[in-house]
């Protein structure tokens, strides 16, 4: 009986990153382990290592390590919601106040209404005097809405025609902030509703109140003597507001 001659090498010798098959009987007789690579991440350059797992190592050597990127937090979105909007809520209260006192001698820098245009608080403005307008006419809000902005631009464009230096902006602004004279005396006017002369008086006042606030803004000295004719529209545009608040 010969003896068997020297085994043949295998044709292709597996490397280590490769996996083997044996035969179950085989088995038994294998045994080892598998070194798990120490990696260790720098997080920041702070000094700072963490040790990777073998998951994440796995996915790195297999040229998956975009998936474990984490991108860093922008500080421009991790602002507060007003600063998102461009909304200044100390800003809005000054310019209601100045607004409400018109009077030079209370020392306002009234200016700032015109000169430093918002949309935000003139909207809510609006909307209130919409709100307070609903008694039994709910579609007077879209068109006290429209009266506004299409308001605002007739005065804009006359303004203009007539030589002043102003944006449909600032007029836009400064005719919805002069609504809140109509949004102060609407309660009294329903405290003295049944008295028709103090309530056409107070009614005449508030008029005369929105009109001033948003003329004394908008007509400046470059009109010179062509001043009426630019308050008189603003005052048409106020009575006709409160015609749509009580419903003449």
Do not use: H
Request: proline share 6%.
């Amino acid at each position: 009986m010969q003896s068997p001659g020297p085994q043949q090498p295998p044709l292709y010798a597996p490397s280590n990153g490769d996996f083997t098959f044996v035969s179950s009987a085989d088995a038994e007789d294998l045994s080892g382990s598998i070194t798990t690579p120490d990696v260790k991440l720098n997080l920041g350059g702070g000094g700072e290592f963490i040790k990777e797992s073998t998951a994440t190592t796995f996915l790195r050597q297999r040229g998956y390590g975009w998936l474990l990127e984490v991108e860093d937090d922008d500080p421009e979105d991790n602002k507060p919601l007003l600063e998102e909007l461009d909304i200044d809520l100390k800003d809005i209260y000054y310019k209601i106040r100045c607004v409400l006192m018109p009077m030079p001698s209370l020392g306002f820098n009234r200016q700032v209404v015109r000169d430093n245009p918002d949309f935000w608080g003139p909207l809510a403005v609006v909307l209130f005097f919409s709100m307070i307008s609903l008694y039994g006419q709910f579609k007077v809000v879209s068109w006290i809405i429209t009266i506004w902005i299409f308001g605002s631009l007739t005065i804009f464009l006359l303004a203009r025609v007539l030589g002043g230096e102003v944006a449909y902006g600032q007029v836009l602004g400064v005719i919805g902030y002069s609504l809140l004279p109509l949004i102060v005396i609407a309660p009294v006017l329903l405290v003295v509703g049944s008295f028709e002369v103090v309530s056409t008086l107070i009614k005449l006042f508030g008029v005369f109140w929105a009109a001033y606030s948003a003329a004394s803004l908008l007509v400046g000295e470059e009109f010179k003597t062509k001043k009426p004719l630019l308050i008189y529209p603003i005052f048409l545009l106020y009575i006709y507001f409160l015609s749509l608040y009580t419903g003449v």
